[in-house]
Every structure is written in C-alpha cells, then in structure tokens.
C-alpha cells in the first residue's frame, strides 16, 4: 500500500496530501503521524490538503481525530489549504469540527505554529538519531 | 444524455463513483460547489454499500425534467429496516461511527429517496437540479 511521505522541518512535521485517498491510506496516514510525533518529539503538524476536491465525512473525522490525539501527546495540528467549495459541503455533512485548527495556506499554518511555545525554539529539543 | 455506471465492490471504487459523478455534474453545467456537494454525497452513500452491502452498483444519469442529475445506489445486501430512523443524524449500527451518511447526504442534495427491505436490499436515489 502506497503511503503519504512525512517530512520533518525543525520541530515540525509536514504533510501535504496531493491526491484523493482511499479510506485504508487515511487511516495509515494517521497512524504515521502520531507515531513521527512520539518518535521524534514534534511539537506541530501541518497538514496541507489544498490539492483535494473533496473532504467526505470520513476524512475529516480522521483529520480531526487525528488533531485531539496528536494534542494528548503534546503536538499541535494545524490544517491548511481548505478550498471554499469543500467547506461549505463540510458544514452541510453536519460533522463537528470544533477540535481542529486550519489556516488559510502554509505561509499561515507556519504562523500559526511558530507562534505556539515550543514548536520552533526554545522548547523541547528534537530527539537526534 | 449522459449516464455512466460503476461497480462498488472494493474501497478505490468509492474514489471512482465519487469521481464519475463531479465528471458529469461538471458536463451539466453544476458549479463547483454543487459539484463537490454530489461528489460528497456520493462518496457516503457509495461508502455504505461497501461497508453494509458488500457490493452494489452505482448509476449516474443526467435528467431533463427538470434538468439536472440523478444518481442511484443499489445493492442486494442485508437492507435497512427502518429507513426514516436511519436516516436520522445519529443513527449508526456501527461502533464509533456518527451516522452522518445519510442525513448528510440528504442536506446535500435537493431530493432524496430510500426504498429497502430487510434481507433483500436497499435502492437510495438523489437529485439535484440545475439553478
Ligand atoms: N446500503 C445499506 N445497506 C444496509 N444498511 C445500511 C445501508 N446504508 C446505511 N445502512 C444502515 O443505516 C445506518 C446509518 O447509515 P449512515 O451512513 O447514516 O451512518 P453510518 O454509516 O453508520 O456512519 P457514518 O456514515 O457517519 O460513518 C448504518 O449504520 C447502517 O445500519
Ligand atoms: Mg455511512
């Protein structure tokens, strides 16, 4: 099974899903993520999903979930790039989005964490291997 | 008129219904919005006859009156027994799952109609119209 590469940028890790993935792929994608969280002591992820045409419940409930569980090990989500059509279709599913954080694009999902104590200096060092 | 087929029996061709059905609704001349709302209800409903059905087909065809497009989802698995509950926002038969599929899809689509019987199948049509 194909997966979706995880890159790491100092404490960070980054995320961009360029094509529509099925559900098995999401699911590894999210077990990826808290696993690099933990192995290296990434204190932000950003996803990028501006590529993607569709968010269907599914997704964004892997997404979100994704967001809280990253939280409890001590890192912070941040997803960029929703298109405007998706977001509209996304308020009509009816799914609660209140657990996850967006920006508008990468340059602002960087703000965003950069902001945040701890995620690019200062905090906890990275792990080295 | 345009109409188009597929086979639901595997999880990539939930991402091919899903597809095939923006194709079209794009060549009827729906904007992005009601686009991706077809595409989305599409993926639910396609999703359920994976997970509840096994398998099922998908029938994607444009409509004239009035103009538009319907998209029908069939299958031959266990059914649902009661379609009005079912389609209540939280009702699911599947641990941890929300029950948004079909309540979803429905706030999606202009018209949608669930005909099922228990042991025999479920036959779910949506409809949207053109502005
Ligand atoms: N094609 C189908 N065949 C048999 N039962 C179905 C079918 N589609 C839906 N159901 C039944 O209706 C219930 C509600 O479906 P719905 O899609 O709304 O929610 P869900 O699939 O349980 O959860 P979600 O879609 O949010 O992950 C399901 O739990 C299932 O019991
Ligand atoms: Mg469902």
Redesign the interface.
């Known amino acids: 099974m194909d997966r979706i590469p995880i890159l790491k940028l100092k404490s960070c890790l980054l995320i961009s899903i360029q094509t529509?993935l099925?559900?098995?792929i999401i699911t590894a994608l999210q077990e990826d993520i808290l696993t690099e969280i933990s192995r290296t002591g990434a204190r932000g992820v950003l996803i990028d999903i501006s590529a993607l045409?569709?968010?269907?419940?599914?997704m964004a409930?892997t997404l979100r979930d994704c967001s809280v569980m990253a939280t409890l090990l001590g890192a912070k989500v941040v997803i960029t790039g929703i298109?405007?059509?998706?977001a509209?279709?996304l308020v009509?599913?009816?799914?609660d989005l209140s657990g996850i954080i967006t920006a508008c694009d990468i340059d602002s999902g960087f703000d965003l964490l950069e902001s945040t104590p701890g995620v690019f200096n200062s905090g906890r060092i990275l792990k080295r291997y | 008129m345009l109409a188009q087929s597929v086979k639901i029996q595997d999880?990539?061709d939930?991402?091919t219904s899903?597809?095939l059905v923006?194709e079209i609704a794009t060549k009827i001349g729906f904007g992005?919005?009601d686009?991706?709302?077809l595409?989305?209800a599409t993926?639910?409903l396609s999703?359920n006859i994976y997970r509840y059905a096994d398998n099922g087909i998908v029938y994607i065809e444009q409509i004239t009156q009035p103009p538009g497009i319907k998209v029908l989802f069939e299958d031959n698995g266990p059914g649902i027994a009661d379609p009005e509950e079912a389609m209540k926002?939280g009702f699911s038969t599947t641990p941890g799952s929300?029950g948004?599929?079909l309540?979803?899809a429905k706030?999606?689509v202009d018209d949608m109609t669930i005909e099922s019987e228990v042991g025999k199948g479920t036959k779910i049509e949506i409809f949207k119209y053109l502005p």
Do not use: M, Y
């Open positions: 529509d099925h559900d098995l045409d569709i968010v269907d419940s599914f409930r298109r405007p059509a998706v509209i279709t009509d599913l009816g799914l | 999880e990539s939930i991402l899903r597809r923006r992005i919005v686009q991706t709302k595409a989305t993926s639910e999703r926002e929300l948004l599929g309540s979803g706030r999606l």
